[in-house]
């Protein structure tokens, strides 16, 4: 009994501790982990979070067809299509049409004898032969300068000039006169006129004289926004010229005429009409061969880098800027019968008018190869006349 005394204490006192040692094992804080497996878990958790949150950034817009056109061209396909080549007679016909010019300038010569299905014709054969379609154009001003109208397959009657038309029945017959020489270019395939004439005159001795609308700034920008307009409607792009503004200046395809004005005087008369038509739209500016000292002394404004950067910085135009025809009498002269192709597209022109395609484009690759006229240049005029086809349908 005595025994039995001291037993059962003792069994108390073994169990006590057996459940104290169980109580504190189950509060034993587990060890860390190693650090290689929390940076694993914890890059796990980020890129869940990241997954799981939702895409604000906004998509890459997409190319346009313009774009997308010039991303897929060659280095050749591109030289072409900076090109607005004369019309060739038919024997010299298949070397320009491998040389895939941008666009093709119609001439008197090319509608005589011809109804309006035959022009068509012509026109459409052109552009299934074309990889890039063709932007047609021709100089259609009415009155002195009729290249389609003064054929009587084609119509009747020229077309007035606009100061002519204007005389007979004020804005409805120039509106009338301006929609119906559209209309009848776009029946023929022909998406550009080199029309209308922006420079002012009012001195009949004036060589422009005749084929400006007058001499009235203010009503002179009247005629060129609208006439734009009209154009336009009818399926037609226009080209303001002479910019920056004939003046009295002598005809520069006989030779080269110079231009004393100041800056300050073309922007307070001369070019008011030019930045109607700017501001109206206008998808293209057809620049002189003046050497216009305001701007840039010395040297043909279509050659000029000085015109072309007031033409875009000053006065806002993004569209084409195309060049008088580089085979006339004042670049001759100037050049001394080297290609002006080169020098054009340097200064800032995006179309070349142009007689012998094959050597200006022999001249441009050269300059483009050699590095005096960048790629990005180039692209930046393939893109613009791209863009103008776009506009007008033809891309599609």
């Known amino acids: 009994m005595k025994a039995m005394k001291w037993i059962i204490p003792g069994l108390f006192l073994v169990l006590g501790i057996l459940g104290l040692c169980f109580f504190l094992d189950t509060q034993r804080v587990p060890p860390p982990a190693p650090p290689a497996i929390e940076k694993e878990e914890k ?42 080549v004369r019309c060739p007679l038919a024997e010299d016909r298949p070397e320009v049409e491998a040389l895939a010019p941008g666009g093709v300038l119609l001439f008197g010569r090319d509608f005589e004898g011809k109804d309006a299905a035959q022009v068509k014709a012509d026109t459409e054969s052109w552009q299934q032969n074309a990889r890039t ?46 929609r119906d020489k559209s209309a009848l270019l776009n029946a023929l395939g022909i998406r550009l006129n080199l029309a209308p004439v922006a420079d002012l005159s009012d001195d009949p001795q004036d060589f422009i004289y005749s084929r400006s609308f007058g001499g009235d700034a203010g009503q002179v920008a009247q005629f060129v926004r609208q006439a734009v307009g009209w154009a336009r409607q009818e399926g037609v792009a226009s080209a303001l010229k002479h910019f920056p503004g004939y003046g009295s200046n002598v005809d520069t395809h006989t030779g080269l005429s110079w231009d004393s004005r100041t800056l300050e005087e073309l922007e307070s008369r001369d070019l008011i009409p030019f930045q109607a038509g700017i501001q109206m739209g206008a998808a293209c500016v057809l620049v002189s061969h003046n050497v216009v000292d305001g701007l840039e002394s010395g040297v043909p404004a279509s050659l000029s880098t000085q015109t072309y950067r007031y033409l875009r910085e000053k006065m806002g135009f993004s569209g084409v800027a195309i060049t008088d025809d580089l085979v006339m009498g004042a670049i001759r002269d100037y050049c001394g019968g080297e290609s002006a192709a080169p020098q ?45 086809k776009e506009r007008l349908g033809l891309l599609s």
């Open 133 to 178: 379609p063709i932007l047609f154009a021709v100089d259609e001003e009415g009155g002195t300068v009729c290249r389609v109208s003064g054929n009587p397959g084609l119509r009747a009657e020229k077309f007035l000039s606009p100061r002519q038309a204007y005389a007979q029945g004020g804005w409805e017959k120039v509106e009338q006169d301006t």
């Open 344 to 388: 054009a597209l340097m200064a800032g022109a995006d179309l070349l008018i142009v007689s012998d395609l094959p050597t200006d484009y022999a001249a441009l690759r050269q300059a483009v190869e050699e590095g005096r006229v960048s790629m990005e240049r180039l692209d930046e005029a393939v893109l613009r006349v791209l863009e103008l």
């Open 43 to 84: 890059e796990e958790e980020a890129q869940k979070d990241e997954s799981e949150r939702p895409d604000t950034s906004s998509p890459e817009p997409p190319l346009s067809l313009a774009q997308q056109r010039l991303s897929e061209m060659t280095l050749e396909e591109k030289l072409g299509q900076v090109f607005l």
